[in-house]
């Protein structure tokens, strides 16, 4: 079966720190990937998908950037975090077949920046 | 992607069936209704998904309006472990990106 882990859980940095978050999925193979933001009593917003290595859309104009150095792994960064990149981060997949029905997300990560 | 309307909150005794409607009067006729839930402090979970036919699987009951204009998700035997923001979403089938409103939250009672 198909799993997805994402680390650290929790978060607290300053402002102006880096960030790097870490996704990885084990069990299938050339997913799609996604990073999400979920603010605090908001919905969810779609920062980065990658449909392949190398291969990375953002959609929303922002200080954080998205790489994947490997089929099943997505990292999320930032050179100088702001106080407004606060919220609980998730990574998700869904298989990479031409369909995007279903995205599975992983236990996310809760950053906090002060 | 149309737009979904779904109540606020509702409560729902342990041991009974969790009725959960959600109203899509602008859907199109290639989009799909899903639905996801979200236990506090965790990832979203997808639960169900469908077009036209009722579906169902190991964890709910999704029924289409022979319209399509609203469903329902029934969860048939609700748990404590049901309580959860429950998200209805409509979206094409190519579409990748979601994109969760308000929701339902949903309160199991012993």
């Known amino acids: 079966s198909q799993t997805i882990h994402q680390w650290p859980a929790t978060l607290v940095q300053p402002v102006g720190s880096p960030l790097s978050l870490e996704c990885t999925v084990e069990?299938?193979?050339?997913?799609?990937l996604y990073w999400y933001r979920q603010a605090a009593g908001r919905g969810l917003q779609l920062l980065f998908y990658?449909?392949?290595?190398?291969?990375i859309s953002s959609e929303v104009p922002q200080n954080l950037s998205a790489s994947r150095p490997q089929d099943r792994q997505f990292i999320l960064s930032s050179k100088k975090l702001l106080l407004s990149d606060s919220g609980f981060y998730l990574c998700?997949?869904?298989?990479?077949?031409?369909?995007?029905?279903?995205?599975?997300f992983g236990p996310g990560t809760r950053l906090t920046v002060l | 992607d149309a737009k979904t309307t779904q109540p606020p909150s509702m409560d729902c005794a342990e041991g009974r069936a969790a009725n959960l409607p959600c109203n899509h009067s602008?859907?199109?006729?290639?989009?799909?209704v899903y639905w996801y839930r979200q236990i506090h402090s965790q990832g979203p979970q997808y639960i169900i998904h469908?077009?036209?036919n009722n579906e169902t699987n190991e964890m709910a009951s999704l029924i289409i309006t022979e319209d399509r204009k609203s469903s329902t998700l029934i969860l048939p035997h609700a748990t404590l472990r049901d309580t959860a923001v429950y998200y209805c979403?409509?979206?094409?089938?190519?579409?990748?990106?979601?994109?969760f409103g308000a929701g339902t939250t949903v309160t199991v009672r012993a």
């Open positions: 979403i409509v979206r094409v089938g190519h579409d990748y990106k979601l994109s």
């Open positions: 469908g077009l036209k």
């Open positions: 990658s449909v392949g290595i190398g291969q």
């Open positions: 602008t859907i199109s006729g290639n989009e799909y």
């Open positions: 998700a997949w869904s298989a990479g077949t031409g369909s995007w029905n279903e995205q599975f």
């Open positions: 069990g299938t193979s050339n997913p799609n």
